[in-house]
């Protein structure tokens, strides 16, 4: 059973910020596109942003120019920086590997609530 360990969620005023971490196994991380997805109540699971193992990066139109995914390969770890949060962030975001681009590995959810 591969384990990611997701932490970093929480409540924030809109304008705030927060950062989410995803830890994965070596084996698993070195050879994987990370990913963070995530779920409002009553909607689909959508990706926000991924990097793929050569550190190129993407983003939903919704989040670009505020999130920023960023990697440490030393700590087998991903990241994903939300500045300027609006309530429309308000999900359980979900960190994603994308093993050897064959197998996806999920964490446990996080969730992040924007609300003053």
């Known amino acids: 059973q591969v384990q990611l360990m997701e932490s970093g969620g929480g409540l924030v005023q809109p304008g705030g910020s927060l950062r989410l971490s995803c830890a994965a196994p070596?084996?698993?991380?070195?050879?994987?596109?990370m990913g963070w997805y995530r779920q409002a109540p009553g909607k689909q699971r959508e990706l926000v942003a991924d990097?793929?193992?050569?550190?190129?990066?993407d983003y939903s139109n919704s989040v670009k120019g505020r999130f920023t995914i960023f990697k440490i390969d030393a700590e087998n770890t991903v990241y994903l920086q939300m500045n300027s949060l609006e309530p429309e962030d308000t999900a359980v975001y979900y960190c994603?590997?994308?093993?050897?681009?064959?197998?996806?590995?999920w964490g446990q959810g996080t969730q992040v609530t924007v609300s003053s």
């Open positions: 994603n590997a994308r093993y050897q681009a064959r197998f996806n590995f």
């Open positions: 990097i793929t193992t050569g550190g190129s990066t």
């Open positions: 070596r084996i698993i991380f070195s050879e994987s596109d």
